[in-house]
């Protein structure tokens, strides 16, 4: 079992930054790969990034590549979201996946809560 739980989100005006954490409980946590996915009131879940257990390896949805970096620390359970060049499209509540497989992330066993994340213009 993973539980996982963001925090960092608010308000923040265009152009901002904001870095967004998900500390995961167990003793597993470098056994997983972990994602970040955020909906917007009326939207479906998108896909915005992930990365390998290890975190060598990194994927960007296109809409946040450049924007955006994923990072993780082993050590202290945590993976995180850098959002630099925040725009108003980026308004959504963001979530954090734990997922066995990088392949399989979009039906990741565990999911965080979600943390607000709003954009103003």
């Known amino acids: 079992q993973v539980h996982l739980v963001e925090s960092g989100g608010g308000l923040v005006q265009a152009g901002g930054s904001l870095r967004l954490s998900c500390a995961a409980s167990?003793?597993?946590?470098?056994?997983?790969?972990m994602g970040w996915f955020r909906q917007a009131p009326g939207k479906e879940r998108e896909f915005v990034g992930a990365?390998?257990?290890?975190?060598?390896?990194?994927y960007y949805a296109d809409s946040v590549k450049g924007r955006f970096t994923i990072s993780r620390d082993n050590a202290k359970n945590t993976v995180y979201l850098q959002m630099n060049s925040l725009k108003p499209e980026d308004t959504a509540v963001y979530y954090c996946?734990?997922?066995?497989?990088?392949?399989?992330?979009?039906?990741?066993?565990?999911w965080g809560q979600g943390t607000q994340v709003t954009v103003s213009s």
């Open positions: 996946a734990a997922s066995a497989f990088l392949a399989t992330m979009s039906t990741a066993n565990y």
């Open positions: 167990g003793r597993t946590f470098s056994s997983y790969a």
């Open positions: 990365i390998s257990r290890s975190g060598g390896d990194t």
